[in-house]
């Protein structure tokens, strides 16, 4: 039987006098690839955030069954958020950032590390000393992909993975992220490639 990561009962979401959920109950198995699923506006990011404690539920709870504590549980995590701004910098740099924090410290990639996970996803390895802001969209998005895998950590939450990939693109991300883990992974997408490739799927009204 699969273990439970999270579990979600009775959770309502309100901002102001806009009500995003109201006494909704779910549960994250670990291990697997978990989709939230629903249109846009449905609270599929504010869901991520919450776990992360970003945001506070209004009413219900959430509760991680791996016996640590929410700060535990967000330096288990690499999150790759929506609005992807990673600052000014070069790729090199912006790779680098989250490895500045003592907990990543140990993990901090090499330069041919860098340039085979960029690689993987399609990217040359010239990239890394061009300016972040400088990327298309769908280049940044994979950038902010290598970063998630580089700090190999046991959850991943991934904010609309493949919103501006390609279909090649889109099979790289899947091979490196997805393939051959047993780590849990919660994703939000619209995108029927990504949701072909979970195990489990949430869907959100
Ligand atoms: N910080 C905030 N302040 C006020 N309203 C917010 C805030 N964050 C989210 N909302 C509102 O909550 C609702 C859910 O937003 P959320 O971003 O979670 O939706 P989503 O399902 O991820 O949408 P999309 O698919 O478009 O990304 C929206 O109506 C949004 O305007």
Do not use: Y
């Not at 939230?36 to 992360?52: N, P, Q, V």
């Not at 700090?151 to 091979?175: C, M, N, V, Y």
């Amino acid at each position: 039987m699969t273990n439970t990561l999270i579990t979600c009962s009775d959770l309502t979401v309100r901002f102001g006098d806009e009500v995003v959920m109201e006494g909704f109950s779910f549960r994250i198995p670990g291990g697997k690839h978990t989709i939230l699923k629903g249109e846009s506006g449905s609270g599929k990011s504010t869901l991520l955030k919450l776990f992360l404690g970003f945001l506070k539920p209004a009413g219900g709870s959430i509760q991680f069954h791996s016996g640590k504590g929410r700060r535990e549980i967000r330096r288990n995590t690499a999150w790759l958020p929506q609005d992807l701004d990673l600052g000014s910098g070069t790729v090199d740099e912006v790779i680098r950032k989250p490895f500045r924090f003592a907990i990543n410290q140990a993990k901090i990639p090499g330069r041919e590390t860098c340039i085979s996970t960029l690689n993987q996803l399609g990217l040359s390895g010239d990239n890394l000393d061009k300016p972040f802001r400088d990327l298309s969209t769908g280049q940044r998005q994979r950038v902010g992909l290598a970063i998630c895998h580089l700090l190999d950590k046991p959850i991943l939450l991934l904010d609309e993975p493949t919103s501006a990939l390609d279909r090649a693109s889109k099979r790289r991300a899947a091979d490196l992220l997805l393939a051959h883990t047993n780590k849990t992974i919660v994703s939000t997408s619209h995108d029927p490639f990504w949701v072909e490739h979970a195990d489990n799927i949430i869907e959100l009204n």
